[in-house]
């Protein structure tokens, strides 16, 4: 069976935030970009005419299109986005990604001979090639990559997300200016996030190790969504033309590595317990003058954390043996991130697994004319009144719970595996070739307000065609279509109709309205005296 389903899509890539952001929000410039706004203009300087000139000629200047992809999607622009904490990557600038119309980033990385590319070629393909795949709401998004490969030089181009909000490290720096201290329930936020975008990377078969997991290549959006994203592989880092290590982010770095010649996960849990203590701290401090941050600048870090949990915590993650180290799901469940989730996050998150079955809003909805001081919740002594859970935070909890801010990791991670493929016998047409079809993640839910079923002759009446148009409850439409050999019993019919259920396109409550709308439709195809006309029949 083939399925055609119409759903709208979303785009892959945000848009750019346009909201206003208050002093404790992060800060808005995007990734390091370097301003495109002209200084202030004052009085010692031209008249306001030349100076609007000037200011349009710069902005021409940086939306300049450079270069296309391949395809045409991606238009690299002149604009520059700061990149030289990612090992690696060469340059980065803004670029339009044309079908979605929103901003992506074109990361560009040089190797320093053609023959060094060509050996790498499979290795670079295999790792980016699961670099696209990967779909988590904590890592910045991959979307294409290609190869430009000339006589003298070879280059990989690869598109990112664009983070418009800016890095951790910024508005770690941000709240120390301030003179601000880091919330504890916003520590604990911010690593469980990157701790499941961690753990669903590592579960990749095979792993994927991020190797370059410092407060600069995280990042962080207006609405508290954590996203770390420059992932750098081995495969680029070790054959690019420059691959620049900067004393300040050095500490980042597990001891092994560079050490040995296989790196495990270990290396990602290290630099996340560094990640960890300068997000508790603000700020490790370096060694005077230089940027180099000293082993006992660290120590003095961690000893200066009031809570024991949350020292002993990052020590773990801090042990020179990696053997030693806990993995990132491990991490999860200790005593300084966990609690057992809250009722409300649990039917948050049952909600937002079942939207198409709620409309938008409908908290609000359901509430404005209800009696505020209705009693929802009664426990002993305890009473919980409706007006004590307003409709609009409810909402704002359930778009946070949906943009992955508050991940349900006590029950099970996102996996980034594909389930094995089982072989589904069709009891109608035995295919000339056996092909695997996936098992359905789970049952369809979802009722069947309309059914249409069309059967017409093919080949001069060899076999048949069937077509099965589905409108759901949702308003979505299911188009399912398959040849048949002619004659089928109503066993068949029947069988068929049970096939729909096990493979998802249908609910188990309309399978005997579905198998009595066949047998009508077969039953009217051959009962015309042998003409074999095509026939329709609604439900």
């Known amino acids: 069976m083939s399925e055609g389903e119409g759903k709208s899509t979303q785009a892959t890539a945000p848009a750019l935030d346009s909201k206003s952001e208050s002093t404790a929000s992060p800060p808005s410039a995007g990734q390091g970009v370097s301003s495109v706004s002209p200084p202030v203009s004052t009085v010692t300087q031209g008249p306001p005419a030349a100076a609007t000139?000037?200011?349009?000629?710069?902005?021409?200047?940086?939306?300049e299109i450079l270069e296309e992809s391949p395809c045409g999607r991606w238009q690299k622009r002149r604009e520059?986005?700061?990149?030289?904490?990612?090992?690696?990557?060469?340059?980065?600038?803004?670029?339009?990604?044309?079908?979605?119309?929103?901003?992506?980033?074109?990361?560009?990385?040089?190797?320093?001979?053609?023959?060094?590319?060509?050996?790498?070629?499979?290795k670079v393909k295999a790792v980016f090639d699961n670099l696209i795949q990967l779909e988590h709401l904590n890592i910045v998004k991959f979307h294409k990559y290609w190869a430009d490969v000339k006589e003298n030089r070879a280059r990989v181009i690869f598109i990112t997300e664009y983070m418009s909000s800016g890095s951790?490290?910024?508005?770690?720096?941000?709240?120390?200016?301030?003179?601000?201290?880091?919330?504890?329930?916003?520590?604990?936020?911010?690593?469980?996030?990157?701790?499941s975008a961690l753990s669903y990377l590592h579960s990749c078969d095979p792993p994927i190790i991020h190797g370059n997991l410092t407060c600069d290549t995280i990042f962080i959006q207006h609405n508290g969504l954590i996203k770390i994203g420059s992932v750098a592989p081995d495969t680029i880092n070790n054959h690019v033309k420059t691959c620049r290590e900067e004393q300040k982010s050095l500490h980042f770095f597990a001891p092994e590595y560079g050490a040995v010649a296989d790196v495990t996960t270990a290396v990602d849990i290290y630099s996340f317990g560094m990640c960890a203590l300068e997000m508790a701290v603000l700020e490790i401090q370096s060694n005077g003058e230089s940027s180099y941050v000293s082993q006992e600048a660290i120590s003095s870090a961690i000893q200066s954390l009031e809570d024991t949990l949350q020292r002993e915590f990052i020590q773990k993650c801090l042990e020179v043996d990696p053997a030693k180290r806990p993995t990132a799901r491990e991490l999860l469940f200790h005593q300084a991130l966990f609690e057992v989730p809250l009722l409300k996050l649990l039917a948050a998150h049952c909600i937002v697994s079942h939207q198409h079955?709620?409309?938008?809003?409908?908290?609000?909805?359901?509430?404005?004319?209800?009696?505020?001081?209705?009693?929802?919740?009664?426990?002993?002594?305890?009473?919980?009144?409706?007006?004590?859970?307003?409709?609009?935070?409810?909402?704002?909890?359930?778009?946070?719970?949906?943009?992955?801010?508050?991940?349900?990791?006590?029950?099970?991670?996102?996996?980034?595996?594909q389930p094995q493929q089982e072989a589904v016998k069709s009891p109608i047409v035995p295919p000339s070739v056996k092909t695997p079809t996936p098992e359905p993640a789970e049952l369809e839910t979802r009722k069947?307000?309309?059914?249409?079923?069309?059967?017409?002759?093919?080949?001069?009446?060899?076999?048949?065609?069937?077509?099965?148009?589905?409108?759901?409850?949702?308003?979505?439409?299911?188009?399912?279509?398959?040849?048949?050999?002619?004659?089928?019993?109503?066993?068949?019919?029947?069988?068929?109709a049970v096939e729909l259920v096990q493979?998802?396109?249908?609910?188990?409550?309309?399978?005997?309205?579905?198998?009595?709308?066949?047998?009508?439709?077969?039953?009217?195809?051959?009962?015309?005296?042998?003409?074999?006309?095509?026939?329709?029949?609604?439900?």
């Open 80 to 122: 520059e986005v700061n990149q030289r904490n990612v090992p690696g990557i060469d340059s980065a600038y803004l670029a339009m990604d044309t079908e979605e119309g929103v901003e992506v980033v074109w990361n560009e990385v040089m190797f320093s001979e053609r023959k060094n590319f060509k050996l790498q070629e499979e």
């Open 357 to 417: 079955m709620i409309p938008e809003n409908a908290l609000e909805e359901m509430t404005k004319n209800m009696d505020p001081n209705l009693v929802i919740v009664e426990s002993r002594a305890v009473q919980l009144k409706l007006s004590q859970f307003p409709a609009l935070e409810l909402d704002k909890f359930l778009e946070d719970v949906r943009n992955g801010i508050y991940p349900l990791t006590a029950f099970g991670m996102p996996c980034p595996q």
């Open 168 to 195: 951790l490290k910024q508005f770690l720096k941000k709240t120390k200016k301030n003179h601000k201290t880091m919330n504890e329930k916003a520590w604990k936020r911010w690593c469980t996030q990157i701790l």
């Open 503 to 539: 493979l998802g396109f249908i609910s188990e409550g309309d399978q005997v309205r579905l198998a009595s709308v066949l047998e009508e439709a077969f039953s009217k195809f051959y009962s015309r005296n042998g003409s074999l006309n095509p026939v329709t029949v609604s439900s």
């Open 448 to 496: 069947v307000l309309q059914m249409q079923c069309n059967i017409e002759p093919v080949d001069e009446g060899a076999k048949h065609h069937l077509t099965l148009l589905l409108k759901l409850e949702d308003k979505l439409n299911r188009h399912l279509s398959c040849d048949l050999l002619p004659s089928p019993t109503d066993e068949n019919v029947q069988e068929l």
């Open 53 to 63: 000139e000037d200011e349009e000629e710069e902005s021409e200047d940086e939306s």
